[in-house]
């Protein structure tokens, strides 16, 4: 039985008394899981199998003979490509990177969905990583694009000797019930399994020194291709930890497919070099869908501390008697209380932190120093050993609470960070303060990789205009190759109407302006055979059109992404509209930027037209306004532009961009915003999407006709 079940039922194994069900759809772990179990992620069912023997899976396709006929003789990047025919968009990014490597460290390649992008950059980097003794680290956003570097290293691997491995945290990977049970997040499960590990009660990690089960290991994996959900299996079916298989053996590996933590969260970098026993030098990187990185890379340098995590602290302080800890943290909660008791629920302030620590240290009658945050940090960790020991999550609020005031004086006097308060409300209706460190510059995390790896790709379908992308992550622009491909998508399978007189400013949210994008809704609507996408630049904009009636209008069900649905319930829901392409279709609305305009795909009819509703702008706020100025310092005339036009307008094509996913697939893209026509917000849209565009007038049946004409054609 292959380990990659392509069924969607799940895989199940037994270890002592304890029983799980791993989902073989999404891996996910269902512990005490009974035949009739629903797995909570993907919504599968789960049924209970016997215990899979130990194999890796073969790749989806096998090579035609051909192939290994006219390749394997050559000696460049021809001789590492899978399949029979090269297209010339792939020719190019392979010619782009192979033969211009001696000249360029970074190569920035735009290029759509459906060129072949992955399997062309992997062979062309590929000879070099061998010639020069380097890694690649392929860096992904979703466990679906991961996948695809597998299953191409795969293909690839028929002509030639390749290994490669695709990575998941350990709390994705752990077979340890009380970690799949009780650990909240992968710093909580990282410390439950470190005092596992210590105290021997780990009976995977004590299996992976017996000399037995090691030679069994490394006989399934040497020389493999292995997916995440591969590992788990094996070391499912080894009783041994998949996470620490997966340290041991990414080491040998030539491609690590990852997320963009491993690379660009420090701590988490380390780590992964330290298993690969390489230096930063010795990498090439890739980075897929790039145009994330700059908000990431921000992501991962920011930090907020709420009024919530302050009060659970001074409840551990209380219960393990530690009085100067205990003032301390009382006064940063109270100092944050009284300084958001005046603010508007979301209202948000930019505040001095060192008046803040100021006053902290007025109220706590003690200095915050460097022994003040080791003395909070020797109280988090007793708390979790303390709860790891009783078999609980070892959570301890004051270690978050170190963490962030250590960030807060580290960073209290760059001027790449803004320090806000603001005040946000639970569903209980209670009011949460929060402290807000926002990293203003991506670069602080991006700049250093960028200079010390040896070589780096840059993917993505939305990264123009390139000096943005380059400014913000830091790519010097004498070492850099850009490469703009132009579609590759039949210009008839595609049509981008922007509808004139209607725009998303505030000046014209006027009740007429959102019955006549009621009125443009509705002819899309009408005019599609199947599913239809409806992403609006706001949750205020989507919800006037709600309150207009725009459900009760609709002739086909309406699917709402609420705000505040969970990611758990938006999957649930865009699967429910999904299906309903095999019925008379559906419409789903959602904002842009979230979860069902930017990490969903819609192939086929699943998607057949998209309406994007005005531009979305970031709500004019003190962290936008800061972002802004901080930009203006550092790139002078160009601050509104990378840190507010851009962004939004990258947002709007993601999204139109969600139904064409392969060179098969064919949709209608309709822009509601007459802005969209304007030379520069065209000329930061993709090259597909503005190829094939037109103007419609808001008032007449024109757009209509045009979807009627163009569905037609395609013979729906
Ligand atoms: S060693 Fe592995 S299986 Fe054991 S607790 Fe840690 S991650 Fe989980």
Redesign the pocket.
């Known amino acids: 039985m292959p380990l990659k079940n392509k069924s969607t039922k799940p895989m199940t194994g037994h270890f002592g008394d304890d029983q799980y069900t791993f989902c073989s759809n999404c891996g996910k772990i269902i512990p005490n899981a009974l035949s009739d179990t629903i797995c909570a992620k993907c919504k599968k069912k789960a049924g209970l199998l016997k215990k899979s023997s130990v194999s890796v899976s073969k790749p989806s396709k096998i090579i035609d003979p051909k192939v290994v006929e006219e390749r394997t003789s050559l000696k460049n990047w021809e001789s590492y490509f899978p399949y029979l025919s090269i297209r010339p968009l792939q020719r190019k990014i392979m010619q782009a990177i192979s033969q211009n490597e001696k000249n360029y460290k970074h190569f920035i390649v735009q290029a759509a969905n459906g060129v072949g992008k992955t399997v062309s950059v992997l062979a062309s980097i590929l000879p070099l990583s061998y010639e020069k003794d380097k890694t690649i680290i392929y860096c992904c956003r979703t466990h679906q694009q991961m996948s695809r570097v597998i299953e191409e290293l795969k293909m690839i691997k028929q002509l030639k000797p390749v290994s490669g491995i695709a990575l998941r945290g350990?709390k994705e990977?752990?077979?340890?019930p009380t970690?799949q049970r009780f650990a909240l997040d992968p710093t909580n499960?990282a410390d439950?399994?470190r005092y596992?590990?210590k105290e021997g009660k780990?009976k995977?990690?004590v299996n992976m020194g017996k000399k037995p089960k090691q030679e069994k290991m490394k006989e399934i994996t040497h020389n493999q291709i292995l997916d995440s959900l591969e590992i788990l299996d094996i070391g499912k079916s080894l009783e041994m930890?998949?996470?620490?298989i997966s340290k041991r053996i990414v080491s040998k590996a030539k491609v690590v497919a990852a997320s963009y933590q491993y690379v660009f969260n420090p701590s988490i970098r380390d780590t992964l070099l330290q298993s690969l026993d390489k230096e930063i030098r010795d990498i090439i990187l890739i980075v897929d869908e790039a145009h994330n990185l700059p908000s990431t890379a921000i992501d991962i340098s920011s930090n907020t501390l709420t009024s919530y995590t302050l009060d659970h602290a001074q409840n551990e302080a209380m219960k393990y008697n530690t009085g100067e800890i205990y003032d301390l943290l009382e006064a940063m909660s109270s100092v944050l209380n009284e300084d958001t008791k005046e603010l508007h629920v979301d209202e948000e302030v930019q505040i001095n932190p060192s008046e803040y620590l100021k006053k902290v240290e007025k109220r706590a009658q003690q200095k915050i120093d460097d022994r003040s945050i080791q003395a909070l940090e020797r109280l988090g960790e007793y708390v979790k050993e303390f709860q790891a020991s009783q078999n609980k999550a070892p959570l301890s609020y004051t270690s978050a609470v170190a963490k962030h005031l250590k960030q807060l004086i580290e960073n209290q006097a760059k001027k790449s960070y803004a320090f806000f308060q603001t005040k946000t409300k639970f569903k209980s209706g209670e009011t949460n303060s929060k402290l807000i460190s926002l990293s203003l510059d991506p670069r602080t995390i991006t700049k250093a990789i960028f200079d010390k790896t040896y070589l780096t790709v840059s993917l993505s379908g939305t990264l123009e205009p390139f000096e943005a992308y380059m400014s913000l992550v830091g790519i010097s622009n004498s070492k850099s190759n850009i490469l703009d491909l132009p579609s590759p998508y039949e210009k008839e399978n595609h049509i981008t109407l922007v509808i004139d007189k209607i725009s998303s400013k505030l000046d014209d949210r006027t009740p007429e302006t959102f019955l006549k994008m009621l009125e443009v809704i509705n002819a899309v609507v009408n005019s599609t055979p199947k599913n239809v996408g409806i992403f609006c630049a706001s949750y205020t904009i989507m919800k006037s059109l709600l309150d207009i009636g725009l459900e009760r209008s609709l002739s086909k069900p309406l699917f709402i992404a609420h705000q505040g649905i969970s990611s758990l319930e938006n999957d649930e829901l865009v699967n429910k509209f999904k299906k309903q392409s095999k019925k008379n279709g559906a419409a789903l609305i959602s904002v842009l930027g979230g979860r069902s305009s930017e990490g969903s795909d819609y192939p086929g009819a699943e998607m057949q037209s998209v309406v994007v509703v005005g531009i979305p702008y970031a709500r004019p706020s003190p962290t936008i306004k800061a972002s802004i100025e901080y930009l203006e310092s550092q790139f002078p005339t160009k601050g509104r532009e990378f840190g507010y036009n851009i962004p939004a307008l990258t947002r709007a094509s993601q999204a139109a961009g969600r139904p064409i996913r392969s060179l098969e697939d064919y949709a209608v893209i309709v822009l509601m915003d007459y802005r969209f026509i304007r030379h520069y917000y065209k000329k930061h849209l993709p090259n597909w999407l503005k190829e094939n565009l037109h103007l419609v007038p808001a008032e007449s049946n024109k757009l209509e006709e045009k979807m009627k004409e163009f569905f037609r054609y395609h013979s729906v």
């Open positions: 350990r990977l752990c077979l340890h970690i499960a439950m399994c596992l590990k780990c995977f990690f930890c998949p996470f620490e």
